[in-house]
């Protein structure tokens, strides 16, 4: 991986609120990259492969994030409250600005993904197979047992005053 030392330290320097203040800057942009992938796939081939081409992406990208944040956080449990923990510290979620936990239910009120499509005129992303297979290969680094149920998200018509709604529990 190579010397990181003087990175770090140049990290270092900026203190822990500027820190903070960069990862998320760091973070948006990975968002946008993303969003700009998806509007050009979506723009040449189509809603529905661009879509495709999401969920597979994000599918692995949920399983290799749950396996570097157990590692970088020290993670060895398998239930849903270590799991949840992880998922905290997910780009995804960090990036949720209007976020709900209720224990082992997670929502997404004020999306901004969608609300800028919405801007854009591109109308509603239909992102509940991205989202499921990510949570659900994310859960499944933690235990096989962690079942991800989704309430509303979108194509779904939305019946409560937010976008998504997510919950992890075991499966029966």
Same mark, same amino acid.
């Given at each position: 991986?190579?010397?990181?030392? %003087? ?5 270092? /320097?900026?203190? !822990? /609120?500027?820190?903070?203040?960069? @990862? ?17 796939? /979506?723009?040449?081939?189509?809603? %529905?492969? *661009? @879509? %495709? ?28 409250? @270590?799991?949840?923990? *992880? ?16 224990? *082992? ?5 004020? +999306?901004?993904?969608?609300? @800028?499509?919405?801007?854009?005129? !591109?109308?509603?992303?239909? +992102? ?5 297979? #990510? ?6 680094? #933690? ?8 309430? !509303? +998200? ?9 976008? +998504? %709604?997510?919950? #992890?529990?075991?499966?029966?």
């Amino acid at each position: 991986m190579g010397d990181r030392s %003087e990175d770090k330290a140049l990290i270092e /320097e900026l203190g !822990q /609120e500027k820190f903070a203040d960069l @990862t998320y800057m760091h973070l948006r942009d990975m968002w946008a990259v993303d969003g700009l992938y998806y509007l050009g796939i /979506e723009e040449r081939f189509g809603t %529905e492969a *661009a @879509t %495709e081409i999401d969920a597979d992406v994000w599918r692995v990208m949920g399983k290799i994030e749950a396996r570097k944040l157990k590692k970088l956080l020290d993670l060895t449990g398998d239930d849903i409250p @270590t799991m949840i923990k *992880a998922l905290r510290y997910s780009g995804w979620t960090m990036d949720l600005e209007d976020k709900e936990w209720e224990g *082992a239910i997670l929502r997404n009120v004020e +999306c901004r993904v969608q609300n @800028t499509r919405k801007k854009g005129g !591109q109308g509603v992303f239909p +992102c509940k197979k991205v989202r499921w297979g #990510f949570l659900k290969a994310f859960a499944k680094e #933690f235990n096989e047992n962690i079942e991800v149920i989704c309430h !509303q +998200c979108p194509p779904d018509e939305l019946k409560k005053d937010l976008w +998504c %709604e997510w919950e #992890f529990r075991m499966k029966e």
